[in-house]
């Protein structure tokens, strides 16, 4: 009788932390590190701002690498802004030299990615075509620096507010391998189908900011302090576990919460129960 290989286990998800989560305790960026790997993360999640006043107190770039290796956290990728999308050309060149500095600051992290929203044009609609061009411009700066930048949907946002406006202008940019950012409170918020997520490849999305949200207030008036911890809101996150597993989804799903009352306890303590409550709403 001939032998049977056993069952490889079910690859488990990759979790991380954005620093948001815990950023109303004004940690440093350090201590924040330190907390994301005791909690038990894999990834962290970092802000621009945080990488800067790290540097200008004096850190070191390489030391910080050594930091993320030594704890075994990957860096998930960055959030920083700059203007690449703008109409007016002045601040789109200043924007694009913003986004390589941030680039570089990525790459010397050892991280592949950072965060790419329609930072100065939320407020006005830059039609999908232009949004595609210049994003094709941003794309060819991220393939020089070694960080793709991923595009971002806002909610809120006149330009990029919706998956679908996303995935157009993903698909005008002239770049085989345009990724996404998305964002649980962020589709709900812009009105985006989550069903949407079924005509993405899981290599589309490097990394998915998780989060859940209430009931209340309603979907016009909900901002980003009511993001609550997954499984916490009404948000459809089991099937939308399943859409991404079905997709071959294989990247960061990176806690993304701006919660005050979060912000008034333990930090640790916010850490792991967002770990906990993500791996539950998994199914983990």
Aim: with cysteine; proline share 5%; aromatic share 8%.
């Amino acid at each position: 009788m001939a032998k049977t290989s056993p069952t490889p286990p079910k690859a488990g998800l990759r979790y991380g932390l954005n620093t948001s989560t815990i950023s109303g305790q004004k940690l440093p960026l350090v201590e924040e590190i330190e907390i994301a790997a005791q909690a038990g993360y894999g990834a962290i999640e970092p802000w621009i701002k945080e990488l800067d006043a790290y540097v200008a107190a004096g850190g070191s770039l390489a030391d910080l690498r050594k930091l993320l290796s030594d704890k075994g956290l990957a860096l998930a990728g960055a959030i920083g802004f700059f203007e690449w999308i703008v109409d007016d050309d002045a601040l789109r060149a200043k924007g694009l030299a913003e986004a390589r500095r941030n680039m570089e600051i990525v790459a010397q992290l050892g991280g592949r990615h950072i965060a790419a929203p329609a930072f100065g044009a939320d407020k006005v609609v830059v039609p999908p075509e232009r949004s595609a061009e210049r994003f094709g411009v941003l794309m060819e700066l991220g393939a020089k620096t070694g960080v793709t930048p991923l595009l971002e949907v806002w909610g809120f946002s006149k330009t990029l507010g919706r998956l679908d406006e996303a995935l157009q202008v993903a698909a005008g940019c002239g770049k085989r391998n345009a990724c996404l950012l998305l964002d649980v409170y962020h589709l709900y918020k812009g009105g985006s189908d989550f069903a949407g997520i079924r005509k993405l490849k899981g290599a589309m999305l490097p990394c998915f900011h998780m989060n859940d949200y209430p009931a209340a207030p309603a979907r016009e008036k909900i901002d980003d302090s009511d993001r609550v911890y997954p499984g916490d809101g009404i948000a459809p996150l089991p099937q939308l576990f399943k859409d991404l597993r079905a997709i071959g989804f294989k990247g960061v799903l990176s806690l993304e919460l701006f919660n005050a009352a979060y912000w008034k306890q333990d930090a640790l303590t916010v850490a792991k129960t967002g770990l906990a409550k993500m791996k539950k709403a998994a199914g983990e």
